[in-house]
Structure formats: C-alpha cells, structure tokens
C-alpha cells in the first residue's frame, strides 16, 4: 500500500515530456480521423462507444497542451487531509464539518475516510452556493446605488 501511494504521489508532480506531449498529439488526430460516423472507434476486434472515445480524447488534449493529469474513481478513499487540501480548508475544519453531518467519512481503525466522490459533491454545492449568495450580493448592491 505504501508503494502504491508513492507512485501516486510522484505522478501527481509529473510533467508529461515532450515526446509524450507529441505522442499524445499525434494520437489525438489518429483518433479523430479514424473514428465512425457514429463517433465511435473500431480498434482491432473492439469497438469503443462514443462516450469513451471523447474521454481518450479529452485526455490526449490535455496531455498533448503539456498539462498534468490525474484520473482516480469516485470511489476512492481520501484521508482527512487529503480531503481538507481539495477542499482548501484546514483538517481541523474539515473535521468540524464531518461532526456537523455536512460530510460523511467511515473509519479504518481510529482512521476517518472520505469518499473522493461526495467530498467533489461537497465541493461543487458549496461552489454553487457561493455563486448564488455572490449574485445576490451583486443584486443588493446594484438597487442600492440606483437609490
């Protein structure tokens, strides 16, 4: 598990290289040119859907602009840490909102963990609700200098 975690860790920090960044690039316009009328892609004895096809090819573009990219399920188990540094809060915060019931963790021994899936739930309705109370600030704001 230890090994795992290391190589996720040194991922996280990769620079996709030049010769990937070409790669990638290159494989982005094969995919493109060689896909069905249906957007889907034959390769070999497989077809791949639609859907999966525009998931490769949002990768290589990602990867062939030189960008960094990490993928892991929703499924996935975050450390409280983990979760407060996505969340961009402190782990004592991040702690008081599993107390309060915002957020939900299981426990692995005396250990809490998160689900990278809700704590992304989390982070998008907290997102939202930022933006409304933003609008109707902005609203506020605005009748006030009409007045």
Same mark, same amino acid.
């Given at each position: 598990?230890?090994?795992?975690?290391?190589?996720?860790?040194?991922?996280?920090?990769?620079?996709?290289?030049?010769?990937?960044?070409?790669?990638?690039?290159?494989?982005?316009?094969?995919?493109?040119?060689?896909?069905?009328?249906? =957007?889907?892609?034959?390769?070999?004895?497989?077809?791949?859907?639609?859907?999966?096809?525009?998931?490769?090819?949002?990768?290589?573009?990602?990867?062939?602009?030189?960008?960094? %990219?990490?993928?892991?399920?929703?499924?996935?188990?975050?450390?409280?840490?983990?979760?407060?540094?996505?969340?961009?809060?402190?782990?004592?915060?991040?702690? =008081?909102?599993?107390?309060?019931?915002?957020?939900?963790?299981?426990?692995?021994?005396?250990?809490?963990?998160?689900? %990278?899936?809700?704590?992304?739930?989390? =982070?998008?309705?907290?997102?939202?609700?930022?933006?409304?109370?933003?609008?109707?600030?902005?609203?506020?704001?605005?009748?006030?200098?009409?007045?």
């Amino acid at each position: 598990m230890t090994a795992q975690l290391e190589i996720l860790a040194d991922f996280q920090e990769r620079v996709p290289t030049p010769e990937e960044i070409s790669s990638a690039a290159e494989a982005l316009t094969a995919i493109e040119n060689s896909r069905n009328v249906d =957007k889907t892609l034959d390769i070999a004895e497989a077809r791949i859907s639609a859907s999966l096809v525009d998931l490769i090819t949002d990768v290589m573009s990602i990867i062939a602009r030189g960008d960094t %990219l990490t993928l892991a399920p929703l499924s996935r188990q975050l450390t409280t840490q983990e979760a407060a540094d996505l969340l961009n809060v402190s782990r004592p915060f991040l702690i =008081k909102l599993i107390d309060e019931e915002k957020l939900t963790c299981t426990y692995t021994g005396t250990h809490r963990r998160l689900s %990278l899936g809700e704590v992304l739930d989390f =982070k998008s309705n907290r997102s939202t609700s930022r933006r409304v109370a933003l609008r109707e600030m902005q609203d506020i704001s605005e009748d006030l200098n009409e007045e």
